[in-house]
Structures are given as C-alpha cells and as structure tokens.
C-alpha cells in the first residue's frame, strides 16, 4: 500500500490542496490503483514555502500544485502503486 499524505493546513489549503487531493484520487481510480493507495490529510508538515507539502512513503515531494499534480502523481505515485504487491 503506497502511502500519500498531503497538508491540509492553512497555507497549503489555501494553495488548493483540497483540489491535489481530488486529482489524486481521480487519477488513482482512472489508473486501476485506487485499493493499492492511502491517501491521508495531515495538518502542517513544516514545508509551506514549497508548494503543498506532500509525502509518499515517507518521501517529500516539494513543489506539488494545482496545475502539476497530474505529473506528480504519475511520476511518484504511479510507479510505487503498480510495483506494490501487498
């Protein structure tokens, strides 16, 4: 189970972290993997000058928005989900 957190926190909310989370969702269900993902909120993870503050498996990944939220998804979250054979 690959495990994607993303704040909720104020800054990042204000950032649309609640529109990442949706897209991460979509995109989970679109690509199969939706049983193979958790995705979590976490209120603030102490990065707010980088973009919404994101994490899979433990990862930070920096610099996540609105509008790159499709590529980080494919790119960090994808690979780990069709690689996971738990």
Request: aromatic fraction near 6%; hydrophobic fraction near 40%.
């Amino acid at each position: 189970m690959v495990e994607v957190v993303i704040c909720v926190g104020s800054s990042c909310h204000m950032k649309g972290s609640y529109r990442v989370v949706q897209t991460f969702k979509e995109m989970a269900q679109e690509h199969g993997v939706s049983d193979k993902i958790n995705i979590k909120a976490s209120f603030c993870m102490k990065n707010c000058v980088n973009g919404i503050s994101t994490s899979v498996d433990g990862q930070l990944i920096s610099g996540v928005n609105i509008s790159n939220a499709p590529d980080r998804f494919l790119e960090f979250i994808l690979p780990k989900a069709v690689s996971d054979n738990s």
